[in-house]
Structures are given as C-alpha cells and as structure tokens.
C-alpha cells in the first residue's frame, strides 16, 4: 500500500521525535554516571590532600569500590573501600605529625607544658579505636615486626585483632583487624578492615588493602623510639 504524504509526514515526525526522546535519554544516563563520577572523586580529592600532607602513597587496588566513608562523632575515617558480593571493608585514617612534631620539638625542654612526644601517638589512636569498636581494653595486639613495616616504609606499628561490638555503624560486621602505623616527625596511618569470617581469605583481602598504601620513601635523620 503506497502511503500518502500526510502519513510519510507524520512518520518523520514520529522518527524525530524518537531520536530526540532517545537522545536526552543518554544525555540524562551520561550526566548520572558523571555526577556519580563526582561524588566519588570528591571524596578522594580531600584524601588525596591529606595524604600529601602526611608523605603517604596511595594506589586503589584492583576489584575494590569506593564507598562513603564514616564521619561522626565516634569515628572519623577519611576514605573506604569494600569489594563487591564479599563480606569485607576497610577504612583508612591519615594524620600528618609535622605540625605537632615542630611544637614538640620547640616546647619538649618546658617540664610545665609535658607534650607528649608526636612519634608515639600512633599507639593511643590505635588503642582508643580499639576500645571503641570493642567496648573492651583487652583486645589482642601485636607489634609489628621490621619486615611488616618495611613494606608500609614504616617506623613503627601495631595490629590489633577486634571483636566488635554489634553496631549500626560498623554495619554490623563481627570482626576486625585494625593495623596502627607511624612513621616518625611524618605521620600516621590508621587501616580497619572488617569481616565476618576470619579466613584465609580475609587475610589475602587484608594484604591487597594494605599494599594499597605506604609512606613515601624520605630520608630523615630521626632517633626511634623503642615500641
């Protein structure tokens, strides 16, 4: 059947109408992946700030995925990853000591001020997430040997094994292994990685998530503490 121009007319129409409806879809679906893009960039662009002022290198390792990050009054992380369809997350904390370490150093001889020294700090972070988390003073910790530091361009560290408290804020996970590392007059860094299952392969998870980040390799002429 030959169509009339009316209806070859209204078939354009129809054919335009279609491409366009088609194309705002896309435009709609590109704007929602950039938007998602930018929300999740944010997030590392403040991290990536404090990991400059904190002399740390960061890679994200293959197979995680970027999530919020908790901040509140209890707990206060600056970055967050899990791996999708496994029970497994870690946050990271990072706080640059130079600041803190040039007022140590200018007030250490005044016995009336008593600063604490910057360079062993790491180890009452550590110890206050830990009895956070677990509601207990008792968790198992472990100092971290030279060979465990060296891979993080570390000076000092300990790990703790936690038992968590079952809480909204840590989604409920029973488990966590929260790694405490300093590295002297530099910074600190603060990784919790969370499960419920302590099997070999949270460990492999654990060992991807902490080669993600170590401190930059800068020669400093600094007199360690003993741990």
């Known amino acids: 059947m030959r169509l009339s121009i009316k209806h070859l007319t209204q078939l354009a129409l129809l054919i335009v109408l279609f ?7 896309a435009q709609v679906r590109t704007a929602k992946k950039i938007n ?7 997030q590392y662009a403040v991290f990536d700030s404090i990991l400059n002022t904190a002399n740390v290198r960061f890679t994200q390792p293959k197979g995680f995925r970027e999530i919020p990050a908790l901040d509140n009054e209890d707990f206060t992380f600056d970055y967050a990853m899990d791996i999708p369809g496994q029970d497994f997350e870690v946050w990271y904390q990072v706080r640059s000591q130079k600041q803190n370490w040039a007022s140590y150093d200018r007030f250490k001889t005044d016995e009336q ?15 206050a997430h830990a009895i956070a988390f677990t509601g ?31 809480m909204p804020e840590t989604r409920h996970y029973q488990y966590a292994l929260l790694i405490a590392l300093q590295k002297y007059h530099t910074g600190t860094i603060l990784m919790v990685c969370f499960t419920n ?9 654990v060992e991807r998530a902490g080669s993600s980040l170590k401190f930059k390799a800068v020669a400093q002429n600094v007199n ?3 741990d």
């Open 36 to 42: 998602l893009k930018l929300k999740a960039s944010n």
């Open 113 to 127: 001020l008593k600063l604490a020294n910057p360079d062993s700090i790491y180890k009452d972070i550590a110890q």
């Open 19 to 25: 491409v366009i409806c088609s194309s705002v879809n």
């Open 197 to 205: 299952q302590k099997d070999p392969e949270f460990y492999k998870n």
């Open 224 to 226: 360690k503490l003993a």
């Open 136 to 166: 207990q003073r008792n968790s198992f910790v472990r100092v971290l040997p030279s060979a465990a530091l060296k891979r993080y361009n570390a000076d000092a560290g300990r790990s703790y094994i936690l038992t968590l408290e079952d």
